[in-house]
């Protein structure tokens, strides 16, 4: 398969020629901000004894209704207005018709014709400098069906309702992406906007976000082909290796004189490939019908309202102002802004740091002392041994002289292993900087004397030995001389 360096010429290369892959994603977000089930009280933690959170309405017992869960339709419209959707206000839940044994009712509550969210978008930047928009179709609000487990019992299959009922999103893209990239930069701009908005925490690994993954394959500019849809891919790699192996897949039948059939298959991340679950059934085998037991969803203009001021300050917006607010350069706002915890750190160290701190340096410090020391020690920001006032305090101390940069440095290595307050380190072991210029002065005779030579080639024109001189006294000083003293010293004593 080969790729060009710009993702909106991505090819798969055929024997017959290039073939262009058409993407869709239909992410499935449960619903984390709130702790119960979308029409139960039943709780949601993740991680608990099987059937340990099961409510008689989520079991399907006889006489159950459902009654909708106010916060999870909240947090569904508060998300669709992050994305730039139509909100309707007006929506129903149907069921859909299927017999599966982790469905204890015989259907789902979902919502077909009538979806609470419509139609919005998301802004990607797959390439440095390139943006695209990638639309969304609709978010509907539906229920979670419970889990089969194989592995406890060698002959039989034991069911696990415990996720059975859980409120979920379902975020439906159009076929706008074409490339495994641009797939991958929309699952992480929309995992970042749901945990700015706090509707999802995003985490892939404990399902509580996961795609469905369109692909079909088309020679540029023609007709789509047959699509085909892999379920419940949980991590943005998987998602852009299943596009790679099942877009070749597809050229592959194409190109042998096959065609592509229409169906629902699984990613085996341990061997590289797709593989046929079933045949795709139409809308229309599940028999949607409105549910009986579920009035229409009626939003007035108060909840909206009340539903947009509750909105946080999102990431392309807080990307806006950091470079023409606080003068950060667009790369570290868009580092800074990629996830809201860092964001978040990177406020509070804003906000414990003195006016001497500019936000262009405490961007620079993050970005690389602390994310280089993180990924190092196999950490993320929210368990840094630093906290963003420690942070705010070393950086004051480099503001105002007391510390050099290599200093710091040398501070900040301690602080990671101890957890003490920089200005405790600097006195407790002698490490502030000096600008004694009588002890500066002294060094710097000692390394000229001694470096004769070296004198002798800079004054005949060498001029890079300069820095090498530099190096010397700041040796000699053991890193505590004020660079900028070093440097107007040297310049004088050489002149």
């Known amino acids: 398969m080969a790729t060009a360096t710009q993702t909106s010429s991505y090819r798969v290369q055929g024997a017959t020629g290039e073939w262009e892959v058409v993407i869709g994603l239909e992410v499935h977000a449960q619903i984390t901000a709130t702790r119960s089930k ?11 004894e099987p059937n340990a959170q099961v409510s008689l309405i989520d079991a399907a017992m006889p006489g159950m209704l459902p009654v909708p869960n106010r916060e999870c339709i909240r947090q569904a419209v508060r998300t669709g207005m992050a994305v730039g959707a139509v909100i309707n206000r007006w929506s129903r839940f149907d069921r859909k018709n299927y017999f599966y044994a982790d469905l204890p009712q ?33 978010i509907h609000v539906e229920q979670d069906a419970g889990k089969l487990m194989h592995d406890q019992h060698p002959t039989r299959s034991y069911v696990d309702l415990n996720r059975s009922g859980v409120a979920l999103m379902e975020i ?17 701009k929309l995992r970042a906007t749901l945990r700015y908005v706090g509707s999802c925490d995003g985490n892939m690994e404990e399902g509580s976000m996961r795609a469905d993954v369109n692909v079909s394959v088309r020679r540029p500019g023609k007709a789509f082909g ?21 877009a070749r897949r597809q050229v592959d039948v194409l190109e ?9 298959r699984l990613f085996d991340p341990d061997r590289g490939e797709t593989r046929s679950m079933r045949s795709k059934e139409d809308a229309h085998d599940y028999r949607y019908f409105p549910d009986p037991d579920l009035l229409p969803l009626e939003l007035d203009a108060a909840f909206i309202a009340e539903c947009r001021d509750s909105l946080p300050e999102l990431p392309d ?25 860092t964001a978040r750190w990177f406020e509070a160290l804003l906000a414990e740091a003195g006016p001497s701190v500019t936000a262009k340096a405490a961007s620079n410090w993050v970005i690389s002392d602390l994310f280089g020391a993180l990924n190092r020690l196999g950490l993320d920001i929210e368990a840094s041994p630093v906290s963003p006032k420690q942070g705010a305090e070393l950086l004051g101390l480099v503001a105002d002289g007391t510390l ?25 072991r002698g490490l502030r900087q000096t600008s004694d210029t009588g002890a500066i002065e002294a060094e710097i005779a000692r390394v000229l004397s001694t470096n004769a030579d070296k004198v002798a080639q800079y004054k005949a024109g060498k001029e890079a030995l300069f820095g090498f001189f530099v190096g010397q006294t700041m040796k000699a000083m053991a890193g505590k001389a004020n660079p900028q003293v070093v440097n107007e010293l040297l310049r004088k004593a050489l002149a």
């Open 38 to 48: 979308l029409f139960s009280g039943a709780a949601t933690a993740f991680g608990a």
């Open 106 to 138: 015989g259907y789902q509550i979902s919502q077909l014709f009538h979806p609470l969210v419509g139609a919005g978008e998301i802004v990607i930047e797959p390439a440095e400098g390139e943006e695209k928009v990638i639309g969304i179709e609709r």
């Open 172 to 188: 439906v893209s159009k076929p706008d992406m074409r490339s495994p990239a641009e797939a991958g930069a929309y699952l992480r």
């Open 226 to 246: 047959t699509r085909t849809e892999t379920k419940n891919v949980n991590s943005v790699r998987f998602v852009m290796q299943t596009i790679e192996v099942e």
């Open 256 to 264: 042998s004189g096959g065609r592509v059939v229409q169906e629902t």
């Open 317 to 341: 917006a807080k990307r806006r102002r950091y470079e023409i607010e606080l003068g950060i350069s667009a790369y570290n706002a868009s580092v800074l802004t990629a996830e809201v915890e």
């Open 404 to 428: 050099s940069g290599s200093l710091a440095k040398q501070v900040f290595e301690i602080m990671l292993e101890t957890h003490e307050d920089p200005a405790a380190i600097v006195e407790a």
